[in-house]
C-alpha cells in the first residue's frame, strides 16, 4: 500500500519553474515506478513523465521534453517535477502515481496508487 501526497502547484507567468513534490509513505517505495500526469481543464488525464524504481531510467512525453526533469529520492520516498519555460497549456492538475509495469507506463490504469492532485496555472 501507498498513499501520495502531491505539493509545488501554484501560478507562474509564462517562461517560469515551479517543482512538484510528492510524498509517499510506506516502506516499499523503492519497489514502484512513479510517473506524473496532468489533467488540464475539460479535458482527460494524460501521462507527462515516470521514472523507474531505482531512478536509473526516465521517461517523457513529447511536449514536456526538454522542459520537465523528473526525479526521486528513495532515502525520503519523494519524487519530483522540475517544471521550467512553463506554457499556458502546462496549465492542469498533476498527479503523481505508483505502478509496478514499467513497460506500461503511459497508461493510467496501469497505476494502482494516486495522489489528490496539485494546480499549475502558467498565465500568460
Known amino acids: 500500500q501507498v498513499q501520495l501526497v502531491e505539493s509545488g502547484g501554484g501560478l507562474v507567468q509564462a517562461g517560469g519553474s515551479l517543482r512538484l513534490s510528492c510524498a509517499a509513505s510506506?516502506?516499499?517505495?523503492?519497489?514502484?515506478?512513479m510517473g506524473w500526469f496532468r489533467q488540464p481543464p475539460g479535458k482527460e488525464r494524460a501521462f507527462v513523465a515516470a521514472i523507474s524504481s531505482s531512478g536509473s531510467g526516465t521517461y517523457y512525453d513529447d511536449s514536456v521534453k526538454g522542459r520537465f526533469t523528473i526525479s526521486r529520492d528513495n532515502a525520503k520516498n519523494m519524487v519530483y517535477l522540475q517544471m521550467n519555460s512553463l506554457k499556458p497549456e502546462d496549465t492542469a492538475v498533476y498527479y503523481c502515481a505508483a505502478t509496478v509495469q514499467w513497460g506500461w507506463v503511459l497508461l493510467a490504469d496501469r497505476y494502482a496508487y494516486w495522489g489528490q492532485g496539485t494546480q499549475a496555472t502558467v498565465s500568460s
Open positions: 510506506g516502506r516499499t517505495f523503492s519497489h514502484y515506478v
